[in-house]
């Protein structure tokens, strides 16, 4: 199964959700520079829209990220519908989308970094990713149980 | 062979390019005002219908037609359409996407927004089908470099 974290830009709250859901970082866990993390604001906004691989989870399933703007919903369902004229069981593809759980922080950040204000941008990014970490981790365990 | 085109809404430029495609409507002349509303989906979907990925039919050459309307998506929708063929191994040339917004008017925006956004249907139809009048030849253009682009085998997208 290839299931796909969907956020403003895929490399940001989707990126944290994927790696929360890989268990490569705890919820509680920040002290590490988010510069650290694979993908994290690795991005041109030019690009927004190409799935970002993340890695392997359980039962050989691979974990992607992916940008819709604010059209999450829009994207999804074309996303599943594109899929399926690809012959791909529906089984086969999953979305968990953490539009919802995107702070203002987080927006704010991507605000300068369209201005081109990298270190307030960074600042922005920390401040949102404290914020979402304990929504991420409680959609995170309805999505385990959903797909146990 | 797929060929998706996609606009705003998926009800009117993007419907007029697969309706050309598939030989509905004529490339010598502009159609009637009546052609244009026999059209299926023309002037049709809402809101709701917009991420749906609706088939037209199947061309001469047997490729399957579609219409897609993704707003203001244009650029993610088709790097994620992109990105999604190479995670699937699907080849590029199975699929191919046109972006019919480059060939709207500001009649069709205008038309459009009255009839699907605000439900004004007696007042957006006339308009949005005056504005896809003097779109039509660049819509027909558009479709013959596509029809020439499969001929050739090939791809491209726009």
């Keep these: 199964m290839n299931i796909f974290f969907l956020c403003r830009t895929g490399h940001h709250t989707s990126i944290i959700a994927a790696l929360m859901y890989l268990q490569e970082i705890g919820k509680n866990e920040f002290s590490r520079d988010l510069v650290e993390l694979p993908g994290y604001d690795q991005i041109g906004l030019r690009d927004v829209g190409k799935p970002f691989f993340v890695g392997r989870g359980s039962s050989n399933s691979?974990?992607?990220t992916l940008g819709v703007s604010r059209e999450s919903r829009l994207l999804a369902r074309t996303a599943h519908e594109l899929t399926g004229l690809f012959g791909v069981s529906p089984g086969e593809f999953r979305v968990v989308d953490t539009s919802p759980f995107v702070s203002r922080w987080t927006d704010l950040g991507l605000f300068c970094k369209r201005l081109?204000?990298?270190?307030?941008?960074?600042?922005?990014f920390y401040l949102g990713v404290r914020r979402e970490r304990v929504s991420l981790a409680k959609l995170l365990a309805k999505e385990r149980e959903l797909l146990s | 062979m797929n060929i998706i085109y996609h606009c705003y809404g998926g009800a009117h430029s993007s419907v007029t390019a697969a309706a050309v495609h598939l030989g509905w409507l004529p490339t010598d002349r502009i159609p009637e005002t009546e052609e244009f509303q026999r059209l299926p989906y023309f002037d049709r979907p809402v809101a709701k219908d917009h991420g749906r990925i609706r088939l037209m039919g199947k061309d001469e050459l047997g490729n399957d037609i579609y219409v897609l309307g993704r707003r203001n998506s244009a650029r993610i929708f088709e790097n994620m359409a992109q990105g999604l063929l190479d995670v699937?191994?699907?080849?590029?040339?199975?699929?191919?996407?046109?972006?019919?917004m480059p060939y709207v008017n500001w009649k069709m925006m205008l038309g459009g927004f009255s009839s699907r956004k605000i439900g004004a249907t007696?007042?957006?139809?006339?308009?949005?089908?005056?504005g896809t009048k003097h779109s039509?030849?660049?819509?027909?253009?558009?479709?013959h470099r596509v029809k020439i682009l499969q001929l050739k085998g090939g791809g491209g997208n726009q």
């Design chain 1, 116 to 124: 081109r204000l990298k270190s307030l941008a960074r600042l922005f």
């Design chain 2, 88 to 100: 699937y191994n699907v080849p590029a040339e199975e699929f191919q996407f046109y972006d019919v």
């Design chain 1, 62 to 64: 691979k974990i992607f």
């Design chain 2, 136 to 143: 039509y030849w660049k819509i027909v253009t558009l479709v």
């Design chain 2, 122 to 130: 007696f007042l957006g139809r006339p308009i949005i089908t005056i």
